[in-house]
């Protein structure tokens, strides 16, 4: 997203995160999930109970922010 608040991260962004991981580590039985992609599948589900569109940067978990900085680097080189 190019007019991001860097003190939120928007849902769009998480699920675009989480396709990045799917298809760079995808699973090895169809169950188990990437590190990665367990860490952003949390925030992603707390996002869906409570309805919410964005997520205030310094409540996200440091594993799926280290995952979300991982994707966001790749698609600016």
Known sequence: MDTQNPNT???VEIE???N???ARSP???GF???PELRAL????ALMAIGHATEAATKEVPSKAMAAI???RADQAS
């Open 32 to 34: 188990t999930l990437a």
């Open 9 to 11: 991260i928007h849902v």
């Open 20 to 22: 990045y991981w799917r």
């Open 16 to 18: 675009a995160a989480i």
């Open 27 to 29: 699973s090895p039985d």
């Open 69 to 71: 900085e991982a994707y």
């Open 41 to 44: 599948a949390e925030i992603y």
